[in-house]
């Protein structure tokens, strides 16, 4: 028996679907990435045009400094955590028909602001504004 040693062919690798596979993943790492730019903003706060501020009948005035402290109906809070916020809410007859006025300075740390509506709500109350000044009053 004589068995012959024929040319053995060289396996081929197929690239077709590797490259398939590839793009897939490729598409995937493009879309599911987020490219984050953080960037530093000049702010000025706009000024609103309205109409004169109307007295309600139960409102509870904050006003946030520009360093961040507050004051509730005039009286200076000793602290600026929300708990303290939402008690002087609450003593200083806001109920859930009381409407909060945030005055806020446009200096003000946003976060300072959403403290104030965090102690509102947590103080039951929902109706919340913010007091604003017109370009004319802006200008003096």
């Known amino acids: 028996m004589h068995f012959r040693h024929g040319a053995r062919d060289e396996p081929e690798i197929n ?7 590839l793009l897939v993943v490729l598409i995937f790492l493009m879309l599911s990435t987020t490219y984050s730019k953080f960037t530093e903003m000049q702010l000025r ?11 309600y009948p139960k409102e509870v ?4 400094s520009a ?8 009286n200076v ?21 009381s409407v909060v006025i ?3 300075d446009a200096s003000a740390a ?3 602001v959403i403290t104030v509506m965090e102690a509102a709500r947590r103080a ?8 604003t000044q017109s370009a004319a009053q802006a200008g003096r």
Do not use: C, W
Request: no cysteine; proline share 6%; hydrophobic share 50%.
């Open 77 to 97: 809070l000793p602290d600026r955590s929300v708990e303290t916020v939402a008690a002087a809410l609450t003593a200083a007859g806001g109920t859930k028909d």
């Open 45 to 55: 706060l706009p000024v609103a045009d309205a109409e004169p501020q109307r007295d």
């Open 124 to 131: 039951g109350m929902v109706q919340i504004t913010f007091a």
């Open 15 to 21: 690239l077709i679907p590797f490259i398939d596979v």
């Open 110 to 112: 946003h976060q300072a």
């Open 67 to 74: 360093d961040g402290r507050y004051s509730i109906n005039r």
């Open 61 to 64: 005035i904050v006003a946030v």
């Open 102 to 104: 945030i005055s806020a």
